[in-house]
């Protein structure tokens, strides 16, 4: 199995999309952006500053309902330039960029997503199992962003650094399941339970894994917040 590899912690004048963008700062970095014609949409709680000309509007999503029962957003705030804004999330970490070409989607833990250009598709779907236990039986989401027309960008926070593993055909990895953050959709994933026994008493203990199957990237986070206990 390949070593998984530290993602760059900083980018300057980085152009992809129609979008230019630098990822600046340490412990808690930002994410600034020169708008021109491709409108750029986020959660809303993240935004930092802005130019006073960049115009700011409401990007309603499908599956309303759905979405209000599954507790995630059924609007995302959308900007479009000319002009520079710039985006913070309240936690130390790792900011980097997902480049797709068309067509491309890339799978995504749950408010891990900073932002993306506005061609760039959002849905989502719920994921059962070993997240029964970890979240309090309500289970976790995983986020899809597939680019529609052309090229496009997810911005995305890991906590603590990231790292990236590609994995070949029918190579695995096996991570703790706070500790993964995106995965391309070719790579497949379920629960692995590892139990054994501490010693004198015999008494049951177990370790629990998401394991990853390639081919196809992975990639992983050092810290993990559990979101709905911190926010």
Not at 42 to 56: A, C, P, S
Not at 63 to 86: D, H, N, S, Y
Request: hydrophobic share 40%; charged share 15%; net charge negative.
């Amino acid at each position: 199995m390949p070593i998984p590899v530290l993602k760059p912690t900083a980018a300057v004048n980085e152009t992809f999309a129609g979008v230019t963008y630098h990822i600046e700062g340490e412990l808690v970095p930002t994410l600034h952006l020169e708008l021109n014609s491709v409108p750029v949409y986020f959660e809303h709680y993240i935004l930092l500053w802005k130019d006073l000309n960049v115009q700011i509007g409401i990007r309603p999503l499908s599956g309303g309902l759905k979405r209000v029962l599954a507790g995630m957003p059924v609007f995302l705030t959308e900007v479009r330039g000319p002009g520079q804004i710039c985006f913070s999330r309240d936690g130390a970490g790792h900011v980097f960029a997902i480049h797709l070409r068309p067509g491309e989607r890339v799978d995504m833990r749950e408010h891990q997503f900073l932002a993306a250009t506005g061609n760039v598709e959002y849905g989502f779907s719920r994921v059962k199992g070993v997240s029964n236990m970890l979240l309090g039986g309500t289970g976790f989401f995983v986020d899809h962003f597939t680019a529609q027309s052309g090229e496009g960008i997810v911005w995305v926070h890991g906590y603590g650094n990231v790292f990236e593993v590609t994995l070949a055909a029918g190579e695995q990895i096996d991570i703790e399941p706070g500790g993964w953050i995106y995965k391309d959709p070719s790579v497949t994933m379920e629960t692995q339970f590892q139990r054994f026994s501490t010693g004198l008493f015999a008494s049951a203990a177990s370790f629990v894994w998401n394991r990853f199957t390639g081919p196809g990237r992975v990639g992983i986070q050092s810290m993990y917040v559990h979101m709905p206990t911190t926010e």
